[in-house]
């Protein structure tokens, strides 16, 4: 479940309903966030008109500057496309919790579920799609289980401290969900379509336009699921299996991407993204039954301009992010609405082979109202970045350094740096490294939440490090691979908001003081014959993260273990190709996790195995495929989060088809 709130309800009378129009254009304080926006739309009509002439277009590959040119030193995962295929009718929280060794934080089939990197919480994660943090200015999370994978062409999982690049919140780490538009590919069509049990059905529709110029996407997509697995009570005096009941969920979406080149040198996109979810919140093992529901919608508009010169780069976006929750158990019923605005403008300069600066500026503004607030809060936050990258003549050094200030009224903001590099000891062997200063703003329930809510909370501020090595060998005829990274971190937060009792409610303080470091390891080995190709991988995580601070006069949270934070956790995996096979098994091992701060209470260790196999036909203008995945192989009875159920053994079968119709020269 979503749910915006901080531990209990809390109800008070409404605040008048002010638009985000009226808060927004009639106070002068925000006008920073208009100019920004005229200035991008004045840019547009300055620039010339499109000429008709045929230029040679490269094959484009669009990551996010920051993250390709000014995150060396940095643990950076790529998801691969051969698993990015195989969950084209999954959400995110299934792909990151199979292909990752990422702890998913997951209530069940269907309701939330929340990342965490190296021992930070939900709010330690920024999810950017684009570029642009999606989390919300009320919680400062996202729900990963209601984003459809194949509404983003490529996922990448940044590791550590990266809030000198993408601001607060990207403290434990960041996901990356990209579009990736290729250009003169002709229409393409693609039908995905799965089901599997109780009741799960997925669908999904895309077409694509692609010409030299211009690209024109549509995606659809509907999915389904009665969530209705029978599970054992733990806290039944019998072992009779429970049907779970109130668990259906319906989600809807349509995202259309449309990328025009004006000439060999401007380029300009826009993406709309509309998202409707409407899900029954099942009880936990301690309630009897539940007939809560929470209908979640939300809406996304980005566009971006970028002028590209031979020797400079500059980027214009603006961005419009509109989210509710309507929210009703019987007894209680709210709607939460929270709203933002962002306009960024950055430049690269790359004066030589050897030396680049970046440098912008962002403006964010978000407002938001519920039942829970006094009144409608708003926040309009302006940050100044900068970024320099250095490349040694060898290519062998490749260092980068980055700044950023962020200042918003009434609020002391820390200014916050990084440094890494990597560097080339041999052919085979890399070793990097990172230090940077890490923060994450109290969301709007830590300072407005009523009651409870502390209007004078500070930022949690802190340090991170990480060093690491990646050894990679292939044989001369590259028919045998090997890779293996290791990488040691560290953190230490101040400043950590943490809720607490009070005399009647609980607020929130910062009081917590919070050490994380482990080791990280990923191991891969890839051999080809002929005909078969053979991978084996294996990913660890040994992560400590520990409270430092009394909270309480008799606190006996210090040097323990963080609630929900694996100490232990590994992934290992088996891909085998034979022609149009393809088979794959993975294995999760996800370790103790605490329940109490004092780690006297805990949920029990799990493994889970999965199972996928799948057939591919390839034609010169069509393919078509259709495949089989078994989830919980073993039949293991866990539970992620405490009294929630999972689901035991379980299957999903599905087909998908693809067709590519080339314009000719004529229509081109």
């Not at 003549?393 to 200042?407: G, I, V, Y």
Request: glycine share 6%; charged share 20%.
């Amino acid at each position: 479940m979503m749910i915006n709130r901080p531990n209990k309800f809390h109800f008070i009378s409404k605040t008048p309903n002010l638009s985000f129009e009226k808060v927004f254009f009639k106070n002068k304080k925000y006008r920073s966030s208009l100019i920004a926006i005229f200035l991008w739309k004045a840019t547009l009509m300055a620039q010339p008109s499109m000429v008709d002439s045929v230029y040679k277009v490269e094959g484009t590959t669009v990551t996010s500057n920051r993250l390709a040119n000014f995150s060396y030193g940095t643990k950076i995962i790529t998801i691969d496309s051969l698993s990015m295929n195989q969950y084209k009718t999954k959400n995110l929280a299934d792909l990151l919790s199979n292909e990752s060794p990422l702890f998913i934080k997951s209530y069940g089939m269907g309701s939330l579920a929340t990342s965490s990197f190296r021992g930070g919480s939900a709010g330690h994660t920024a999810i950017l799609w684009n570029g642009f943090n999606l989390n919300s200015p009320m919680n400062g999370q996202l729900d990963m289980a209601l984003l459809p994978v194949n509404f983003c062409d490529a996922i990448s999982l940044q590791y550590g401290g990266s809030s000198a690049l993408w601001g607060s919140g990207a403290v434990g780490g960041a996901i990356h969900l990209n579009s990736v538009p290729k250009f003169n590919k002709g229409i393409t069509t693609s039908i995905n379509s799965s089901a599997g049990s109780f009741g799960t059905h997925n669908q999904q529709v895309s077409v694509e336009i692609s010409k030299k110029k211009f690209i024109s996407s549509l995606k659809l997509f509907s999915s389904g699921a009665k969530n209705n697995f029978e599970y054992t009570n733990i806290y039944s005096n019998d072992d009779r299996k429970i049907t779970q009941t109130n668990a259906e969920l319906k989600n809807y979406g349509i995202l259309s991407e449309n990328n025009l080149l004006m000439n060999k040198n401007q380029r300009m996109n826009l993406n709309i993204w509309y998202q409707l979810t409407d899900r029954n919140l099942p009880p936990t093992m301690l309630q009897t039954s539940s007939t809560a529901k929470q209908k979640d919608e939300n809406l996304r508009i980005t566009s971006e301009w970028k002028y590209d010169k031979k020797k400079t780069v500059t980027s214009t976006r603006v961005a419009y992010f509109d989210e509710k929750i309507l929210f009703n158990d019987g007894i209680k019923r709210f709607t939460n609405h929270a709203q933002s605005l962002i306009a960024e403008v950055e430049t690269r300069i790359n004066f030589n082979k050897q030396h680049s600066i970046n440098s912008g500026i962002n403006n964010t503004f978000s407002t938001a109202l519920t039942d829970g607030y006094p009144y409608r809060p708003q926040q309009n936050r302006t940050a100044l970045f900068a970024s320099y990258l250095y490349l040694s003549k060898n290519e062998k050094l490749k260092a980068n350094t980055s700044l950023r200030k962020e200042f918003i009224t009434g609020r002391t903001v820390p200014q916050v740096c990084s440094f890494g590099a990597d560097y080339q000891l041999s052919k085979s062997l890399a070793i990097k490294g990172n230090v940077a200063r890490v923060y994450r703003l109290p969301t709007f329930n830590d300072l407005y939440w009523s009651p409870g809510g502390n209007p004078n909370l500070l930022p949690e501020s802190g340090y991170s490090e990480e060093v690491g090595f990646k050894y990679v060998m292939k044989s001369k005829s590259n028919l045998v691979s090997f890779t293996t990274e290791q990488t040691i971190f560290n953190r230490n937060m101040d400043n950590w908001i943490i809720w607490l009792p009070s005399t009647n409610y609980w607020t929130p303080q910062n009081l917590m003081k919070v050490w994380s470091r482990g080791i990280e390891t990923n191991t891969a080995l890839s051999v080809n014959f002929h005909a078969i190709k053979v991978s084996l991988s294996a990913s660890t995580n040994y992560v400590i993260s520990t409270n430092q601070a009394l909270t309480t006069p008799n606190d006996a949270s210090v040097d323990k273990q963080l609630i929900y934070v694996p100490m232990y956790s590994g992934l290992g995996k088996l891909t085998m190709e034979y022609k149009r096979f393809i088979f794959s098994y993975r294995q999760h091992y996800t370790g103790y996790r605490y329940t109490s701060s004092d780690n006297s209470e805990f949920l029990t260790p799990y493994t889970l195995g999965s199972a996928y196999l799948s057939y591919k036909v390839k034609k010169k203008l069509w393919n078509c495929g259709a495949f089989f995945q078994v989830n919980n192989i073993l039949n293991s009875q866990y539970q992620v989060v405490l009294n929630r159920a999972m689901p035991m053994r379980n299957f999903t079968a599905g087909i998908s088809i693809e067709i590519n119709h080339k314009l000719n020269s004529k229509n081109k």
